[in-house]
């Protein structure tokens, strides 16, 4: 082969001479060089009608000796080698064929003198006068009447009649064996149909249906989630009318899926649109699928989508409804563990806990964020926590069963394939091409508050279409939603008063919100009215979101100091957190907290602020520099809670979100094994690995940090030492106080509850501080506290009655 340039490129030599590569894969050879054989047979194909003859000749042999016990097997085929010597004739030519074809196998010259000059004329004309197609059904046919031929004959000989009367004796004869037949058949039946009622049985319920006229829910029952609302009507218009998509060559979107957090309305919007359509709604028990026998799931799900069908061809649509997604829509452990491979439910203690001591402040959005970050950056444990279960999924399948989920993702993409036994079997055994199936109308629509544990094949177009988010309701869906369950019992709240609400519930959902309603109706109940107050409504919102309060009462001194823990963090907020408003404070002893300071965000915020963090880190740092400052450096364990979410805030500001003293991320630099952020070698050190460089490294930048707005969180409590006094009389007196009588008691005026005029008198803060002292100093020498509690006194222009104090200890 000569070596030349290569014609595309004049500049690139070493290309060889001749066609470029695709066209050599497809360049035949010469005539002269191609030498056509017959293409090699298996050995099926070459020895299956032998052995049919074979057969044959062995079924004569054997009605012989059936009808004559006396004559031997050896004497009954020697007579029929003679009297059958038609059966051997034909297999001799089988049998000459079938060399014929082994000797074209490997002779080229041999295959071209039969198949051009012998057969060539032949083989041309039946391609000129029928289609490939013809001569296929042709030979089949001619095949099927040799069988029956050789049938007749074979039965002929075998009864010793002539093959045209065997062909009429055939059906006697198998009249005489059918009581036997049907013996064996009645068994075979008997056994499967105890499985098929038992699968049968099995697959029945989780499924209910529901008629146009049963559902009464419209889109205007639905409060809160307009934006929602609006584009899932878009999809309603297009099953209406699918003409106006489709006649474009566009298709409907015949797929939903709504995420979003527990009693947003998911499943009201489901309803709404079954409502709205006047179809057929088919909702579907998150726990239908999950049996006991693998298989039952698959045979739930195809009869569900053979219902569906039926539905949507007689109503013209219908609408599915999957409610909890994720017990059926996954395949992997995350159903059954958390982000990072945690279990659900199980993480740091800021996660779980309320007011002061866990990660109430934030947004629920920056909760989960946090809550998934920690878990999955989280340094390795190098002994198990008691509060931890460490594993993976023990069922190694998704929530539905094996094979359930697959069922599912094929009927949701075989909704267009051809229908019916007869139109794919029946119409294709005649050469004709099943009839395309009807278009099926349906929507199918599902919900779920764990998004990340669907399978990436449920969620791809054409099965899920359009996925909405259902979000908390924004201040105004709050406020509507209010209005709608308050209109439906009687009460004396104001639009002021709706206000207020939206504004102090800034996460409260659907459910929530309806709850909230009923809680306040019973509170006005057992109080003897019927009609509900914003007072009803305070209470309500405390006892849900606190829950009762426990029948405890702390001595005087451990009273006093959780007071002034709380104080400390009330005075904080109030002082430098902008972007917080206090809901409440409270020093009644809960399930898990001693006292706490709750607050909200007064407006719908979705961006958080290195300046907002800070003040967050201040509040929750501001218990244990309080209780230093106020109990002489003495610290109670109360602040672990504290200190832990401090801590957390801190080392995402500094690792993560470039709000620290660097701008490299810490998970990144882990990750490659670059080097610790701001400074330090990657490579590891005498005593650690480069992880322990790069925790070092971060660790400290955390503490001086935590260090830094530790002192400022002290300097801002020193020149506050009388406002926390003021908060902690306030709680010792009354227990629990609204924020706007923690903003009272800091600004000197009258509140709803408490009159703040009498903490900015400069003699009752005097006693105050002397009450304190007496508190300290029992505290130190763990005895009661000889002072009584300051009294608040009316006074001439105040409204409050006095409150009577606790009674002192002698």
């Known amino acids: ?161 002539s093959p045209f009367l065997a062909i009429f004796q055939a059906p006697a004869l198998i009249w005489q064996a059918l009581p036997f037949i049907l013996q064996l058949a009645f068994a075979f039946f008997f056994i499967a149909f105890q499985f098929i009622g038992l699968f049968w049985l099995l697959s029945r319920g989780g499924v209910d249906t529901y008629y146009p006229d049963d559902i009464k829910t419209r889109f205007a029952d639905v409060w809160g989630q307009d934006h929602v609302v609006q584009r899932i009507r878009e999809n309603i218009m297009f099953l209406e009318k699918p003409d106006e998509i489709e006649a474009k060559g566009g298709y409907v979107p015949g ?48 009869s569900l989508f053979r219902k569906l069908r039926k539905l949507s061809l007689r109503y013209g649509g219908v609408i599915v409804f999957f409610d909890e997604a994720d017990a059926l829509g996954n395949r992997g452990s995350l159903a059954v563990t958390g982000p990072g491979g945690g279990p659900r439910g199980f993480g740091p203690a800021p996660f779980h806990g309320t007011g002061c001591h866990g990660f109430s402040y934030l947004s629920r959005d920056t909760q989960s964020m946090l809550f998934r970050e920690s878990m999955a950056s989280a340094p390795p444990v190098e002994e198990p926590r008691s509060r931890f279960v460490m594993g993976g999924a023990m069922n190694g399948g998704g929530g539905g069963g094996m094979g359930t989920l697959q069922a599912l993702l094929t009927e949701l993409s075989g909704l267009k394939k051809p229908r019916g036994l007869l139109n794919r079997w029946g119409r294709r055994a005649l050469g004709m091409r099943p009839k395309p199936p009807p278009k099926y109308r349906i929507l199918v629509m599902m919900a779920t508050n764990m998004p990340e544990s669907l399978d990436e094949a449920l969620l791809r177009p054409g099965r899920i279409d359009r996925i909405y988010r259902v979000g908390y309701p924004s201040k105004a869906g709050r406020i509507r939603t209010y209005q709608g369950y308050l209109d439906k019992v009687p009460h004396e709240i104001t639009d002021e008063h709706l206000d207020k ?147 957390t805030v801190a080392s995402f500001m500094e690792g993560f979100w470039g709000m620290g003293s660097t701008v490299s991320s810490y998970s990144s630099a882990r990750r490659l094994e670059v080097g610790a952020p701001g400074g330090g070698k990657g490579a590891p050190g005498k005593d650690g690995s480069a992880e322990e460089v790069l925790r070092r490294a971060l660790a400290d930048r955390i503490e001086d940090h935590l260090d830094g707005l530790l002192d400022k969180a002290a300097e801002i409590l020193r020149e506050n030492r009388s406002s926390v006094l003021a908060i902690a009389h306030a709680l010792e007196t009354h227990k629990t106080l609204t924020g706007e009588d923690v903003e009272a008691v800091l600004t000197g005026r009258e509140g709803p509850t408490i009159d703040g005029r009498i903490y900015a008198d400069p003699d009752f803060l005097a006693q105050l501080e002397e009450y304190h002292a007496a508190a300290a100093g029992a505290h130190r020498a763990h005895a009661p506290v000889r002072l009584a509690l300051p009294a608040i006194r009316e006074r001439e222009e105040g409204s409050s009655a006095a409150a009577t104090p606790p009674a002192a200890t002698p």
């Not at 726990?287 to 799931?297: E, T």
């Not at 509170?523 to 509900?532: F, H, K, L, N, Q």
């Not at 915020?605 to 209780?627: K, P």
């Open 501 to 647: 609400l939206a504004t102090i519930t800034p996460y409260a959902t659907g459910a929530t919100i309806k709850d909230l309603v009923n809680e306040a109706l019973i509170t006005a109940i057992r109080d003897g009215r019927e009609v509900i107050t914003y007072r009803d409504l305070m209470k309500a919102k405390q006892l849900k979101e606190l829950g009762p309060p426990e029948d405890v009462e702390y001595i005087e001194r451990e009273r006093h100091a959780v007071a002034v823990h709380e104080g400390c963090h009330a005075v904080v907020a109030f002082r430098v957190r902008e972007h917080m408003e206090i809901d409440l404070a409270t020093i009644e002893k809960g399930s898990d907290y001693l006292g706490m300071v709750a607050s909200i965000p007064p407006e719908d915020q979705f961006t958080r602020w290195r300046s907002e963090y800070e003040a967050d880190i201040l509040v929750s740092l501001a218990s244990l520099a309080g209780e230093r400052m106020f109990f002489d450096g003495d610290s109670s364990s109360g602040v672990s809670g504290d200190l832990e979410s401090a801590t």
């Open 255 to 302: 797929g939903l899926l709504l995420w979003g957090p527990p009693g947003t309305g998911k499943t009201l919007m489901a309803e709404a649109v079954a409502g709205e359509t006047g179809k057929p709604y088919v909702f579907v028990d998150p726990g239908a699928f999950i049996n006991m026998f693998m298989g039952v799931g698959i045979l739930k799900v195809k």
């Open 1 to 161: 082969m000569t070596i030349t340039d290569d014609p595309a490129d004049p500049g690139k030599p070493g290309q060889p001479e001749g066609p470029p590569p695709e066209q050599q894969a497809h360049h035949e050879p010469p005539p002269e060089k191609f030498e056509p054989r017959r293409r090699k047979a298996s050995l099926w194909d070459r020895g299956k009608l032998l052995l049919l003859f074979v057969v044959a000749f062995l079924v004569i042999v054997w009605s012989q000796v059936a009808d004559n016990p006396l004559i031997t097997f050896t004497d009954a085929f020697r007579i029929e080698t003679v009297e059958s010597q038609w059966l051997l004739w034909l297999a001799g030519l089988e049998l000459l064929r079938q060399i014929h074809y082994f000797v074209s196998e490997r002779w080229s010259a041999y295959h071209v003198f039969w198949t051009r000059k012998v057969f060539g004329g032949t083989d041309r004309a039946l391609k000129k006068r029928f289609s490939d197609w013809t001569r296929f059904r042709l030979a089949r046919v001619i095949k099927i009447v040799l069988l029956l031929v050789l049938v007749a004959l074979v039965a002929g000989a075998a009864l010793g009649t």
